[in-house]
């Protein structure tokens, strides 16, 4: 790893920095390999209280001055109180429509006259408000509303009680910086106001409404189709409440007989071509698509009744039976297709077909496929297809100044203030967006290596997030010289001579990046499936002692990927590069380098830094970066685990990174073994420069604002507990910082000459911190990227807390730097690099978590996140890590610690 030379710190610490005594110290510090508990170890510290946010110190004032437009609109807010009741509805099971109907039919028929022409507003579930209070005090009224129904009537027994009066005072109070703690209970009851009308006219869904498509048609295939809509939420900022309007899209289930629904999932054009029973894979593919969706029947004229599919029966409706009472009360077996002709003098046209099995499954409720329609307005959880997410992007991909525009227009349609309900509680929106002074931070100078037999260092600046690495060459270049190729494309389809003419170009790119690869490679054989991974891998290993690469060619997406980083990470620890056949084929300069910056960090090089001078002051004392991240498994699957992952710079420049990584409990936001994880790497942090931290900065990504709290009691408490179980009062100072992507805050150039590139942009570093920021605490807004496609979304940045007492500038200059030292390529990127290797590591988890049997129906896609394509080099997951006990996961994720030694991720 390090020497003590210009890659460690410039100043040795006095008490907090000396080095461990002994080597021996750290040998019995070690942590185990692997948990099997995956509960924490962490007693909490005594001593600690509960942890709150940092105050805001000050604004930043580094950079040029933009004038912006954020989507954020100011609400103009009553004094005064509001009332809140507890509202109780049996049967209590009902979805949040069916109880919106049931209170708006009390309200309206108020036979008790207890709301004399007032408006309550509801959220669907337990909480109503009123402007006044009702004349029922403190005690609990109880009243029956009854709802007509298909065939029959459905009565519901409600009732209401008084709980408290909402203080508007004390959320203005707060609004103005005269205390702290920001009163929730009254943003929550301007939320349900704002949200009662379009709760009741669209189809909600989270915080954003939609709309049946009008006037727009994008089909994504599957059964599928884009429908667009609103994202809207109250947001406390600076003297005043903010309502946060974005436009969003996402998939819904198309409205279309389940025929036709069958046709998409199977990839069959016209109902005719299926002439015969459908087949096993067939089958499986339809009900994984259908399960769980609503249908309702088309085979009893006006009473159009909705079911839940609960499985798709095996047996075609010709031959499924199913228990029938006669009216002699005798019961006989009777297929599907004779009940229809018998009951419904309907024969069936498809009896081949299966019929769908709705209701409890131990009903046997079977309804032929042809009666079925699918049900509108259900949104579609599961995960969308490479190509289905495509289309998307390409259906609602915007550029910065159309956003705008199609905002202020959704603004101006929706009307806010001629809603009668926020009329009743006397609230009113400014319908232009907010004007919010930016900051452009000054990009930091890129520091490369010295060519050959020069002494000057070559220096690159970023402009517009971007730089050009031509001409120059890596700050530590690794010398290849043993070197191997696996070809898992078939010959046909990536001959011999290409894959010469791709050696010979990648050597001279590599050459000229300073990284040689010296002479042929030793190796060079086509194989096929990801059995022969394994076998090869091992033969390469003790064929070749010195074998530093193991380039994969691969054929597009397949199970060979996850084989190759499995074999080559964790049980082999051997560097493998994975390349797409068609970049062999026809190789481009701009490949060829972004493979040379991945293999040079894989080998252990250092492909550039920061320029020393320039970087803040942090710097001046030993300080290791950390970043966090949990990623969890699609929506829809309820058994797989969420893995979370930490890394940690390894140098002062930083530019190396360390990982560790952990299985965890399925959808657990908090890291539970973290205090071992932090201690490993503050461990490998010491191997590696002979200092200790003195400061630990630590960016944890994947956590949502009602996490904040819960997630700093129990992972700042496991930081500090790692520290001391290292050392007795070896306390460095901890920043905590969230942060966020999942957003709908959006920034606009108000000045036309601002706007950068085709998609009209607002510039790499612009940063805002006033306006539409916290009241009190430490947070910001931060666009370390140049948006190339739609609008780009700035990174918000929250302090959690500060131990480090940084100033707003030094924080977010800090930030911005980090943002240009991620080594994948030579652009700024949209977090700071320590957060987006967590989320790589993560990622690559999921991949080693595939089982090693290589069954083709095994992998079933298992994990995607925003952006996949980008991170894996296209494999399908397995589905079949459920039934793993964790021991075998935990064991499954371990790296080998010759991958660990450096960069296996990038």
Known sequence: MLTNGEKCFPVPLGSLGRPLESEEQIATTAPTPFIHNLNPIMQPAPELSEFTCPPRMNHGSEGREILLRANHFQIRMPRGHIHHYDVSIVPDKCPRRVNREIIETMVQVDTKKLFIGQKPVFDGRKNMYTRDPLPIGRDKIELEVTLP???????????????????????????EGRTRSIPLDAIQALDVVMRHMPSMMYTPVGRSFFSQPEGYYHPLGGGREVWFGFHQSVRPSQWKMMLNIDVSATAFYKAQPVIEFMCEVLDVKEISEQKRPLTDSQRVKFTKEIKGLKIEITHCGQMKRKYRVCNVTRRPAQTQTFPLQLESGQTVECTVAKYFLDKHRKRLLYPHLPCLQVGQEHRHTYLPLEVCNVVRGQRCIKKLTDMQTSTMIKATARSAPDREKEINNLVHKVNFNEDPYMQEFGISINSTMTEVKGRVLPPPKIQYGGRS???????????????????????????????????FAPQRTCREEALRNFTAQLQKISSDAGMPILGQPVFCKYATGPEQVEPMFRYLKNQWQELQLVVVVLPGKTPVYAEVKRVGDTVLGMATQCVQAKNVNKTSPQTLSNLCLKINVKLGGVNNILVPSIRPRVFNEPVIFLGADVTHPPAGDNKKPSIAALVGSMDAHPSRYAATVRVQHHRQDIIQDLGNMVKELLVQFYKATRFKPSRIVFYRDGVSEGQFMPVLQHELRAVRHACMMLEVGYQPGITFIVVQKRHHTRLFCADKREQIGRSGNIPAGTTVDVGITHPTEFDFFLCSHAGIQGTSRPSHYHVLWDDNHFTADELQQLTYQLCHTYVRCTRSVSIPAPAYYAHLVAFRARYHLVEKEHDS???????????????????????????????SMARAVQVHQDAGRVMYFA
Not at 166 to 172: N, P
Not at 457 to 484: C, L, S, Y
Not at 858 to 883: M, N, Q, T, V
């Open 149 to 175: 129904g298909e065939g029959k009537d459905r009565v519901f027994n409600t009732s209401l009680k008084w709980v408290a009066q909402v203080s508007l005072y004390a959320l203005e109070e707060a609004l």
């Open 453 to 487: 037999g020069f002494q000057t260092k070559q220096q690159a600046i970023p402009n517009q997030g971007v730089w050009d690495m031509r001409g120059k060459e890596f700050h530590t270049g690794v010398e290849i010289r043993t070197w191997a190729i696996a070809c």
């Open 857 to 887: 129906s095994k992998y079933s896609p298992g994990y995607s996140e925003e952006g996949a394509s980008e991170y894996g080099e296209g494999s399908h997951l397995s589905g079949s890590s459920e039934d793993r006990t964790p021991a």
